[in-house]
């Protein structure tokens, strides 16, 4: 993709985005603060926070036939549509809902794992606990061994020899995230499938895209894999939903549901039309960029534009925090700071860093970063949601630091002026 280093968008334009979001410099509670933990939970358009109030305020059960009724069944047909056809890039399959993204991925994986046979299965040590637990669970309940793919700690990503090497004619799934949590790191997913089809054909694979798909469109249908989940309150939306997409095998496969179904609704009881009104909004708001960069009427068209303009935004914005400017050292220049699997190059990153500062605990970092105005995360070896993952990478923890698409060169440049700060003490 052109843009080595990304491209940002006019000032003016960036800051009218951010006009679009709750609480971008400030929150009740803190005041003034940048926010740059958007992996922990994105910033939320107004329009999507806004849109699931309306609907939540219709007392209406969706599934009557009198207009309100009808308005809030259009918005689940109309969501369930969209999500497929512009989030996941496929109009093929179908679209699972839970309260979370990791319930979409345990059923995702019980459903493989129940059905379809294979004396083992293989997953990456880099997982998020909701698919590598996932996977052992069913291991340990259903007998299958557990195969584990190391990390190569200069990058943060999963060497797709690595994968291949563990996959054999007896696994019965593969799952591997789309990019790193703790790092950015964008996984080679189509290398990754095809030297794992190599050794088995018809093998079934699920990538977890919670991590990825607020900063690059999806693309289930060239990639050929099985399933692919996401969380809204990670993609500018609300928290209390989670999609998954699963292809048209999987959604074959005997699962959850109602008898009366047809096997394509996951759905167990009434839907919730305020989720996806919410991701609707979410889905208008990047349309509303993609068209600002190309002209089309096709909705899949506009929204792939727009993720590409926010990838290309956030890349110019990784670059800047990395490389800093001669009047702002970036990460890699500032004296005691260690920027972690830092190894590959800008393209295959999404705007996730992960630091380190000499002789600090990341605990106590990110406790002198909220002190300065910052909000950051620590991914320590303390917490059950980052040991294995850190330690795979050779770390005791890092800073996770991630902004958003919508900020501006000025916040990273401050957030550099203050980590120079920290780190000096
Ligand atoms: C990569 C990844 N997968 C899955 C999840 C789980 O999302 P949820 O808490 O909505 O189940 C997270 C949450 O942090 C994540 O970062």
Known sequence: ???????????????????????????????????????????????????????????????????????????????????????????????????????????????????IPG????????????????????????????????????????????????????????????????????????????????????????????????HQALDTEGLQVDGMNMAPYKFFGVRGCGFAWVSERMAQLPHRKLLAKDRKVFALGTPAPGNFAAMLAVLDYVCGIGAKFAESTDRRSLFRKGMERIHLQERALLHRLLEGTKENPGLRYIPGVSVYADGLPLERRDLIAAIGIAGMDVCDAVKAYEAKGVIVCDRSNRSMYAKRIVEALGLEGAIRVSPLHCHGTEDIDRFLRITAEIAAK
């Not at 009740?28 to 939540?56: C, H, I, M, Q, T």
């Not at 340990?140 to 060497?159: M, W």
């Not at 004619?169 to 995230?177: A, F, I, Q």
């Not at 790092?183 to 030297?195: E, L, N, W, Y």
């Open 1 to 115: 993709m052109y843009g080595k280093h990304g491209i940002l968008f006019e000032e003016s334009y960036q800051q009218k985005l951010k006009t679009a979001f709750y609480y971008t410099d400030s929150d009740p509670y803190y005041g003034e603060r940048l926010f740059f933990d958007n992996s922990g939970g994105s910033l939320r358009l107004k329009a999507a926070v806004n849109a699931k109030a309306e609907s939540e305020s219709l007392p209406d059960c969706p599934e009557r036939s009198h207009s309100a009724a009808l308005q809030l069944n259009r918005l689940v047909q109309d969501g369930t549509r969209e999500i497929m056809s512009c989030v996941f890039g496929t109009e093929k399959g179908a679209l699972m809902t839970e309260l979370t993204a990791s319930q979409t991925m345990f059923h995702m994986v019980e459903m493989v794992m129940e059905n």
């Open 119 to 214: 004396t083992n299965a293989v997953v990456s040590v880099l997982e998020h606990p909701s698919s590598f637990d996932a996977a052992a669970y069913y291991c340990a309940k259903l007998g299958k061994e557990l195969r584990v793919i190391p990390a190569d700690p200069s990058t943060g990503a999963i060497d797709p020899d690595a994968a291949a090497a563990l996959v054999d004619e007896n696994t019965c799934l593969l799952s591997v995230m789309s990019a790193s949590n703790v790092t950015g790191a964008i996984m080679d997913i189509p290398a990754i499938v095809k030297k794992a089809r190599a050794k088995k054909p018809d093998l079934y694979i699920l990538s977890d895209a919670v991590q990825h798909a607020p």
